[in-house]
């Protein structure tokens, strides 16, 4: 086990557990917006920036979500130096995206309650460029249907061309861990729109409510080796 210091108090944790993950074991409130259990770890947003101080004096700011424990590591989450850089990052991202309301509620919590207008460049802009929809599609499905375009403040997450990918599936897996909810799908009827595309939905043999989309179950079967009848019913019927 490795022992290291958080805002003074001594703990431990196994080889290889990030920062981030031995706070929240031990209740230590660090905020992020890019993280996700499920997902690995990107380091966007800068929200879980803590500051590591050296015996010897000096230190420096690093993510959290990426610097694992050391042996005698000591770490600080709400030094004067986190609190003022981690509410300038949080005020940029505001600016990106001011309406929305993760955001709003992340960027309260540090006192600000109105974006820099001199920064805002797009006012209805909900994506935060976190990337946790790329890597759900990427990790979690295995399809990669989606990824960064652009640079600077014309960086955006899109399908190869802004067109519709054939290799999408309409899972809806990169709605479901968007925290800005800035991705949406519509389901009607026997129909899902995602992705500048639509897709047929598989019915519940039971109850005849559509559950999944036809693409989804076929590269599932595919993949998993999932027999066709195991699709026949719902989560909720079967």
């Avoid at 990169?174 to 800005?180: A, G």
Wanted: aromatic share 8%; with cysteine.
């Amino acid at each position: 086990m490795i022992e290291f210091t958080i805002d003074g108090k001594k703990f431990s944790a196994p080889e290889g557990t990030t920062i981030l993950q031995a706070a929240r074991q031990h209740n230590i409130y660090i905020p992020t917006l890019c993280h996700n259990d499920s997902l690995s770890d990107y380091g966007a947003c800068r929200v879980c920036l803590v500051e590591l101080r050296w015996p010897k004096g000096g230190g420096k700011l690093v993510t959290s979500c990426l610097y694992p424990v050391s042996e005698g590591l000591d770490v600080y989450t709400r030094s004067e130096w986190v609190l003022k850089t981690r509410r300038g990052v949080v005020e940029l991202i505001l600016a990106r995206s001011p309406k929305s309301e993760p955001v709003k509620k992340l960027a309260a919590e540090m006192g600000i309650t109105e974006p820099n207008p001199r920064f805002v460049q797009d006012p209805d802009n909900h994506c935060v460029l976190c990337g946790m929809c790329i890597r759900a599609c990427e990790e979690v499905v295995g399809v990669s249907a989606i990824n960064f375009s652009g640079h600077g403040v014309t960086r955006k997450v899109c399908t190869p061309f802004n067109e519709a990918n054939p290799v999408c599936i309409g899972c809806g897996a990169c709605s479901y861990v968007c925290p800005t909810n800035v991705i949406k799908f519509e389901d009607s009827g026997s129909t899902r729109k995602i992705w500048e595309r639509e897709f047929q939905m598989r019915k519940c043999e039971q109850c005849g409510d559509s559950f999944m989309p036809k693409a989804q179950v076929e590269f599932m079967k595919k993949k998993l080796n999932i027999p066709d009848e195991f699709f026949n019913k719902c989560p909720d019927c079967r």
